[in-house]
């Protein structure tokens, strides 16, 4: 039986593939659904530009060019006292007496003009778009390989239940996860898929599978700390060294702790 586990989040959303007739991992990994823009590399050196140069390229802060001037808009945007005292700024005086019209132009034909590159502002949690999440959770669903190749042959689907008034954007992600899901893979001819939405407490109970185990539940810290290490004992030794170097091994953990209670246990309400 495949058992594919989602533990919803915006940039650290878990998700495990597991076989339970082999006690294999398939797949464990963890998504950014808001990743940072991608960088643009200076057309001189490996390091990130900040100017752009229309065809001449873009340029870090150590290799603008020579006879460059730094605007902060089109240069026909400003009015004529400003582009005259620019271009001085920048060591390339404009002829005095000159048009807004004849100003541009020369400047243009003098020098090259550089604009700041802007970076688009990432999505938070207080500022985030319902659209562009449900975007971002249909490619991971539906477009992310080897992930969308799993879910097109798992036999369960379980997904992290969030508190609707605690957490709500979470709650959005975990009913699209859901959503895409049920309508993408499960309610397809001949497949059968059980979806279920597992409660985050259920999946310390794998504990009980370990003799002699007693693990702290009594604070949040202890129970991901308790993920970690029971998902350490449980979890296939050659995916351990995996787990314990990743940065949010506790998101990892609980989604392999929900397969195992789901496949092992059997008790998912």
């Not at 036999?155 to 895409?180: G, H, R, W």
């Not at 810290?221 to 290490?229: A, E, F, G, L, P």
Request: hydrophobic share 35%.
């Amino acid at each position: 039986m495949i058992v594919v586990s989602f533990d919803p989040a915006i940039h650290h959303l878990a998700y495990c593939a597991y076989n339970s007739d082999t006690h294999d991992i398939l797949l464990w990994d963890i998504a950014d659904l808001n990743p940072p823009p991608p960088t643009i590399a200076c057309s001189k050196c490996k390091f990130s530009a900040k100017y752009i140069a229309g065809e001449s390229g873009h340029f870090c802060g150590r290799h603008l060019p020579k006879n460059s001037v730094i605007w902060k808009k089109q240069i026909d945007k400003h009015t004529n006292e400003q582009i005259y005292e620019n271009m001085l700024k920048h060591g390339h005086p404009i002829p005095p007496g000159l048009t807004k019209k004849h100003a541009v132009k020369y400047a243009c034909d003098t020098c090259v003009h550089l604009f700041p590159i802007t970076v688009k502002k990432k999505h938070t949690r207080r500022n985030y778009d319902i659209g562009f999440l449900h975007d971002a959770v249909y490619r991971l669903i539906i477009d992310t390989p080897p992930l969308a190749e799993i879910l097109a042959i798992a036999d369960a689907v379980l997904i992290e239940n969030q508190p609707v008034l605690k957490n709500p954007t979470m709650k959005s992600i975990q009913m699209f996860i859901y959503s895409l899901v049920r309508s993408e893979y499960s309610i397809k001819p001949g497949r059968e898929v059980d979806i279920r939405l597992l409660n985050a407490t259920k999946k310390l109970e794998t504990a009980k599978l370990i003799p002699d185990s007693d693990y702290a539940h009594s604070s949040y810290k202890d129970r991901k700390q308790s993920s970690i290490d029971i998902a350490g004992i449980l979890a296939p030794e050659k995916w351990r060294p995996y787990l314990q170097s990743k940065k949010k091994a506790d998101d990892l953990a609980d989604t392999f702790l929900m397969n195992i209670y789901y496949s092992r246990l059997g008790r998912v309400t």
